[in-house]
């Protein structure tokens, strides 16, 4: 098993920024894949970011050039640092990691972290 756990939501103007960080603990030799999901009010959860142990990282068309996802392998902790914030960006932000990739049925997912953007 792989625990996940998120930290460095918050309340933020639009235009600022912040840094989520996830933190694995367990089973993390398995790990091939982590990334980031959001979910709004009403609306689906959806994918923002991922990247491999390999380094590769794939973003979402809506947050490319604004936010960026990185990892310390090391430090088993993945980081999305997210600039130019935008009310639109209002969301519980979620971390996964899977053995193979990251996709909507990832293996282990956090509980989330609460991030309000404020016009």
């Known amino acids: 098993q792989v625990q996940l756990v998120e930290s460095g939501g918050g309340l933020v103007q639009a235009g600022g920024s912040l840094r989520l960080s996830c933190a694995a603990s367990?089973?993390?030799?398995?790990?091939?894949?982590m990334g980031w999901y959001r979910q709004a009010p009403g609306k689906q959860r959806e994918l923002v970011a991922t990247?491999?142990?390999?380094?590769?990282?794939n973003y979402a068309d809506s947050v490319k050039g604004r936010f960026t996802i990185s990892s310390v392998n090391a430090k088993n902790v993945v980081y999305l640092q997210m600039n130019s914030l935008k009310p639109e960006d209002t969301a519980v932000y979620y971390c996964?990691?899977?053995?193979?990739?990251?996709?909507?049925?990832?293996?282990?997912w956090g509980k989330g972290t609460l991030v309000t953007v404020s016009s």
């Open positions: 996964a990691a899977d053995r193979i990739f990251i996709s909507d049925n990832a293996d282990y």
């Open positions: 367990g089973s993390i030799f398995s790990i091939r894949a």
């Open positions: 990247i491999t142990t390999g380094g590769i990282t």
